[in-house]
């Protein structure tokens, strides 16, 4: 699929976009019910009210509004294309293949697909004023995106201020700052935000952990706190577990931003906390981890590369969400289980058209999360494509290397996983099972 995708975009688009459209599930089916007249005020307002206003709208990350009829009808043939391949709203994951009960899952169904077709291939017509639906009141934008469910964060620990120039190379901006806590707290929630006009600039902002060692020396603690990417909220850690804060740390920015035309003056960058009540034990420990993949990662000019990593834990322990690392030569990546007592190798999520602009962190449904019992394995594969079928490949006549920089690579993946006993494992497992078929339906497919 892949490949028709990209192949599509930039070379043979009404023809392969066709071809990957009536390959999409659904979509016979919504075509020979006959579309009808689609219009804009009553069919894709709303649509785009639910899906696209959250970026596309004054002081949010997409580049455009598309909130009226005049906004968004110039961008009808472009809105097509993106669609079509999925590169908006931009959730790249397989809708085929493993699990499909995701939080965030920013995909279009088919028949929305669909219908945002129909209405363009009619020439994008308004339709009646008076179908148009009241306009969204969303919240401020400089707003947490998490005070809607949780309320104001209980600590903000900013970033220091940085001045962005409006022109220029990448820069990286990596202050260590202390979170000012005198005592262990269980988070429930974390998410980072960038100013509303540093949100256009900043590309990613991760965090890491530092705690004093026994020579009081400063070490960083591995796991990352969080990983904030153009698009992600941040994360919510599953009831009944636990991520520590512990008192007296301090975090380690990791800021990347893209200078774009605007100068800002002093951007801060913030980290929000949300607590769980004081005296709260979890029952069980969530941690974010990076694992590693192994193999070679050298890729000839106009080669290619795979590489898999092998993880298994001498006690059973749920997945809750897989976020692929990888830059512009990263092209898809697969979360299985191997099963080493019957062989049986089990596909939780694959993603074949991965995008690094866009690095998501996909959340399972609690329902849904993988059980992993002690002994099984976990297999992570990324696959690299340094030729000329990679659209965002910038240079198909060179080497490419591990390395940090944009035009390296990098194998790894952030793995968010609960550890369990066995029998909470157990306990789980039969919660699950006694749900009502109508609750598990479309379940862990
Ligand atoms: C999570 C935020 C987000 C959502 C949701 C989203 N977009 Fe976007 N969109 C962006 C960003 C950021 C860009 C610019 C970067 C890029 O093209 O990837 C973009 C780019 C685009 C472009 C290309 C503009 C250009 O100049 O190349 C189109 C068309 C588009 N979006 C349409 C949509 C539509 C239609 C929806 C809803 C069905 C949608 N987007 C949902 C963030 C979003």
Not at 105 to 124: C, F, H, M, N, Y
Not at 159 to 186: F, N, S, T, Y
Not at 369 to 398: E, F, K, S
């Amino acid at each position: 699929m892949r490949k028709e995708k990209s192949a599509g975009r930039w070379a043979l688009g009404g023809v392969l976009s066709t071809l990957v459209i009536a390959l999409l599930p659904g979509f016979a089916l919504s075509q020979e019910g006959g579309a009808g007249e689609v219009t804009f005020t009553r069919d894709i307002a709303p649509l785009f009210q639910q899906n696209c206003e959250a970026c596309h709208q004054p002081g949010q990350i997409g580049p455009m509004s598309l909130i009226t009829y005049d906004q968004v009808r110039p961008w009808a043939p472009m809105i097509r294309e993106k669609v079509i391949t999925q590169e908006m709203p931009p959730y790249h994951y397989d809708t085929n293949i493993g699990i499909q009960e995701l939080k965030e899952d920013k995909r279009l169904s088919p028949e929305e697909i669909a219908t945002i077709v129909a209405w363009v291939d009619q020439g994008a017509p308004m339709g009646d004023p008076a179908d148009m639906p009241p306009p969204v009141a969303w919240p401020d934008p400089a707003e947490w995106k998490f005070a809607e469910m949780f309320g104001q964060p209980d600590l903000i620990v900013p970033a220091k201020p940085i001045d962005i120039p409006a022109a220029g190379q990448d820069l990286w901006w990596e202050p260590l700052v202390e979170v000012p806590l005198a005592e262990d707290r269980w988070l429930k929630a974390i998410e980072v935000k960038p100013s509303v006009p540093g949100r256009r600039v900043v590309h990613h902002a991760n965090t890491t952990l530092y705690l004093p060692g026994v020579d009081g020396e400063l070490e960083g603690q591995g796991g990352r706190y969080t990983e904030y990417a153009s698009g992600k909220l941040g994360e919510i850690i599953p009831d009944g577990a636990g991520r520590l804060l512990p008192a007296n740390s301090f975090v380690r920015w990791s800021i990347h931003i893209f200078p774009n035309g605007e100068a800002i003056e002093g951007e801060v960058t913030e980290l929000g906390f949300w607590f769980h009540p004081e005296g709260y034990e979890p029952q069980y420990v969530q941690d974010l981890a990076n694992y590693r993949m192994d193999g070679d990662l050298d890729i000839p000019p106009h080669g290619t590369a795979m590489v898999t990593g092998y993880h298994s834990w001498d006690h059973p322990v749920r997945i809750d969400s897989f976020q692929p690392h990888m830059h512009l030569r990263g092209v898809a990546s697969s979360l299985e289980i191997f099963y080493p007592e019957t062989g049986e190798r089990e596909v939780v999520s694959m993603i074949s058209n991965w995008n690094a602009e866009w690095q998501l962190s996909h959340i399972y449904e609690d329902h849904v999360a993988p059980l992993v019992p002690a002994g099984a394995v976990m297999v992570v594969t990324q696959w690299y494509d340094n030729t000329v079928d990679n659209p965002h490949n910038p240079d198909p006549d060179v080497w490419v290397y591990r390395g940090s920089r944009t035009g390296d690579e990098m194998s790894h993946s952030w793995i968010a996983v609960t550890h369990l006993d066995q029998e909470g494992y157990e306990r789980i497992k039969a919660e699950r099972e006694a749900m009502t078929p109508v609750a598990q339906a479309g379940g862990d497919g």
